[in-house]
């Protein structure tokens, strides 16, 4: 099993900037690749960013240039720097990640942490 637990989530007015945290435990030798998701109000849960064991990045097109990905394999620790944020940012996000285990690869998901960015 493994526990992710995000926080940094807050009110920022459009501009300004916040940094996620999503700290992992338990069997943190199995994680795998890490991820960002948000879900808006009425909305499905989309992906924001992805990183890979290798550090290889992936984004959403709505967020490249503007949030960057990163995770400290030291700390058990993935983040997401979010700059220049936008009213459309707003959402509850996500931390996610796969780890293998003998039975096959699984995913877990954190328990989310909410993004309002006024305008």
């Known amino acids: 099993q493994v526990q992710l637990v995000e926080s940094g989530g807050g009110l920022v007015q459009a501009g300004g900037s916040l940094r996620l945290s999503c700290a992992a435990s338990?069997?943190?030798?199995?994680?795998?690749?890490m991820g960002w998701y948000r879900q808006a109000p009425g909305k499905q849960r989309d992906l924001v960013a992805t990183?890979?064991?290798?550090?290889?990045?992936n984004y959403a097109d709505s967020v490249k240039g503007r949030f960057t990905i990163s995770r400290d394999n030291a700390k058990n620790t993935l983040y997401l720097q979010m700059n220049d944020l936008k009213p459309e940012d707003t959402a509850v996000y996500y931390c996610?990640?796969?780890?293998?285990?003998?039975?096959?690869?699984?995913?877990?998901w954190g328990q989310g942490t909410q993004v309002t960015v006024s305008s």
């Open positions: 996610y990640c796969n780890a293998l285990f003998l039975q096959g690869l699984r995913g877990y």
């Open positions: 338990g069997n943190i030798f199995s994680i795998k690749g």
């Open positions: 990183i890979t064991t290798d550090y290889i990045t």
